[in-house]
């Protein structure tokens, strides 16, 4: 039967300490293997803690991307949705406007947006409608994804889990494992 990587990870440990406290000196040669092994104890910390980030399943992550090309823009640039206990955040930048958007759970009003400090952003009547829709667009996502991390149904009256956009309910699932 084979141990899972904590275990042998503890196990390690445990040596070590022991070693230590018979005052006997370790040493360790090989400073990458040093570095492996601080990396995956950080990684058992991380996931001990809970502040671990989760990333969507790739069909979760296309359907919101979609539903976001369908209602704010269709040239924009995504980063992968990230699910931690507490918080989802999510962002991107809509190419023709140069605006960089980040949307976290993390703040009553998650909804940010930011220009290349030299760049200057001409406040048409497009790029106001474009904000406009990019604001919406928070509300609905802060509403569906809030219930799907509480397990609540969302304010729409989507279903519990569903991604809901517009007012309409889509199938969605968890946010992958």
């Given at each position: ?8 990870i503890?196990?390690?440990?445990g ?8 005052n006997?000196?370790i040493e360790?040669?090989?400073?990458n293997?040093v570095k492996?092994i601080l990396?995956?104890?950080r ?6 803690n ?8 790739p069909?979760?992550q296309k359907?919101?991307?979609n539903n976001f ?5 269709k040239?924009v640039?995504?980063?992968p949705?990230?699910v ?6 999510w962002s991107?930048?809509l ?8 949307f976290s759970l ?8 930011s220009?290349?400090?030299e760049d200057m952003?001409q406040?048409?009547?497009e790029v106001?409608?474009?904000l406009?829709?990019l604001k919406g667009y928070?509300?609905?996502?802060s509403d569906?994804w809030?219930?799907?991390l509480?397990?609540?149904?969302s304010?729409e009256?989507?279903e519990?889990g569903?991604a809901?956009t ?5 199938a ?6």
């Amino acid at each position: 039967m084979r141990t899972n990587r904590k275990d042998d990870i503890r196990e390690l440990l445990g040596r070590i300490r022991k070693l230590q406290n018979e005052n006997h000196q370790i040493e360790l040669t090989n400073s990458n293997d040093v570095k492996k092994i601080l990396n995956e104890n950080r990684l058992i910390l991380k996931e001990e803690n809970g502040s671990d980030i989760q990333n969507v399943t790739p069909d979760e992550q296309k359907e919101e991307e979609n539903n976001f090309k369908n209602t704010v823009s269709k040239l924009v640039k995504f980063t992968p949705i990230k699910v931690y206990r507490q918080n989802v955040e999510w962002s991107g930048e809509l190419i023709r406007e140069k605006i960089k958007w980040v949307f976290s759970l993390n703040e009553n009003n998650g909804c940010y947006i930011s220009i290349e400090s030299e760049d200057m952003l001409q406040l048409t009547t497009e790029v106001i409608e474009t904000l406009k829709k990019l604001k919406g667009y928070y509300d609905v996502w802060s509403d569906s994804w809030g219930s799907r991390l509480t397990g609540l149904p969302s304010e729409e009256g989507g279903e519990t889990g569903g991604a809901t956009t517009g007012g309409e309910t889509e199938a969605g699932g968890g946010f992958g494992a």
